[in-house]
């Protein structure tokens, strides 16, 4: 009997079937009009996909996206609490289900799942689409207001993915403390931008507050070392591009490039990482620059040199976001 195929690879062929009988042009101009409005000012009582057409459109072109940068932010949780699995996960504003599909990824086999979310076009898309992922097919996908008036059951895992920008002050504050009295650990992720960062610092700051120990990408529960104005943090996962993709953004690459930011964070104890490498590295003749988070807190670049031997190959391979070092002591 042939192995059931991984979750992104599954995804990929639900996806690609969305758009048939929906003319290019058609689906090309639904993906620009939509992303204009997730970038303006969307009250939270008016759903920005409002039928079948625009949710397929949307789905196809920025599911991926989602689902790769969620399931980054999952294995860097997973790497800090390795003997942990959720017994249960509840997704706040998940649309077509891409944080579900980056959770069975992850840790694979079946668990109660509930998505929530206030536009039902998009909760019957994402019931279609998990048909095609047999640990998903449970799902309890429940039309839902993400605010102030959210209520929430107890469960083991909460993610919250691209959803903050969408609410104001007040709703956002509500969400993070709704998940925090509902869940053991909750994942957030954002969009890799000054001011996705600056909603990730509040809500890690929330989380903080509520007795939550952060897991990762930050090896420390303490205060962000990042002087606010002058920088921020936030990580990059490689997306697979579809023709819609190239078609949208006009371009030939065969992958983009998804920009996010994080927390992860958890009641229970949790392993982070001793530092991390928070920007891409560079690779030099003879040695390799890092920029790392260490645990004191503090931001370090440290040089990885031939002479370091073994840690010298490791520095090579790493990639911006993995916790370092691999193994053994630090630089």
């Known amino acids: 009997m042939n192995a059931p195929a991984p979750p992104a690879e599954n995804l990929r062929a639900a996806l690609a079937g969305l758009l048939d009988g929906l003319p290019p042009r058609q689906a090309s101009q639904a993906v620009e009009r939509l992303i204009a409005s997730y970038r303006g000012a969307t009250p939270t ?3 920005i996909l409002r039928d079948r057409a625009d949710v397929a459109a949307y789905a196809a072109y920025r599911m991926p996206a989602t689902f790769e940068a969620v ?4 294995e860097a949780f997973a790497d800090a609490a390795p003997r942990w699995v959720p017994g249960g996960h509840t997704d706040l504003g998940g649309g077509t289900g891409a944080a579900a599909w980056a959770v069975s990824a992850v840790w694979g086999g079946e668990r109660p799942v509930t998505v929530l979310d206030w536009a039902e076009p998009a909760l019957a898309l994402g019931r279609e689409i998990a048909a095609a992922n047999p640990e ?3 799902i309890r996908w429940q039309r839902s207001r993400i605010g102030a008036a959210l209520t929430l059951e107890s469960t083991d ?8 920008n969408e609410l104001t002050a007040a709703d956002r504050t509500a969400l993070v403390d709704a998940a925090a009295a509902a869940a053991q650990a909750v994942v957030i992720v954002e969009p890799g931008t000054p001011d996705g960062y600056a909603r990730l610092i509040e809500a890690r700051d929330r989380l903080i507050t509520a007795g939550f120990r ?7 529960s303490a205060a962000c070392p990042i002087e606010p104005g002058t920088d921020w943090c936030h990580f990059s996962a490689r997306v697979s591009r579809s023709s819609l993709h190239r078609q949208v953004k ?3 690459l065969a992958y983009e490039d998804e920009k996010f930011a994080y927390v992860a964070a ?14 891409r590295p560079q690779i030099r003749k003879g040695q390799v620059l890092l920029d790392l988070c260490e645990s004191e807190p503090s931001l370090r670049r440290a040089t990885v040199t031939k002479r370091h031997g073994d840690l010298y190959k490791a520095a090579r391979d790493a990639d911006w976001g993995d916790t370092w070092p691999p193994s053994g002591p630090a630089v």
Do not use: N
């Open 71 to 74: 399931r980054s932010a999952l």
């Open 136 to 138: 998903l097919r449970d």
């Open 45 to 47: 009582d008016a759903p």
């Open 157 to 164: 895992l909460v993610t919250v993915s691209y959803v903050l």
């Open 250 to 252: 006009g371009g030939s």
């Open 266 to 279: 958890a009641r229970f104890p949790v392993e982070p990482a001793p530092s991390r490498v928070v920007r």
């Open 214 to 220: 952060i897991a990762a990408p930050c090896p420390h």
